[in-house]
């Protein structure tokens, strides 16, 4: 992962040191449209990360080591400060809790 992100901040120094690349599949994207955040997700970044930013851009990637790289598309987000992006992978990137209900069962 380090690799992709060294890839991606020397093919775009705009997005700066704080960067976290996003799985596809991603609770933090939107279902039904991974190109976008999820609704929640915009919206938990409206109030504990202003200026954070998603976008999805190319990278070379190998599937594994000594593998022929090929071009990816990949979900970046940015962020303005290393405590952003913390409390993001924090709250979007951790497999979330199950229910209350689901521990009583």
Known sequence: MIDIIQAL????????PYVL????????RDAAAPSRLAAETEAWIAEHA??????????????Y???MPAERAVGVMAFAD?????AFATAWTA???????????
């Open 9 to 16: 901040q020397q093919r775009n120094p705009g997005l700066g």
């Open 21 to 28: 690349v996003l799985r596809a599949d991603s609770r933090a």
């Open 50 to 63: 202003p200026g954070a930013r998603f976008l999805e851009t190319q990278v070379l990637l190998a599937p």
């Open 65 to 67: 080591p000594g593998a």
């Open 82 to 86: 290393a405590r952003q992006l913390a």
């Open 95 to 105: 497999d979330p809790e199950p229910d209350e209900e689901l521990e009583d069962a």
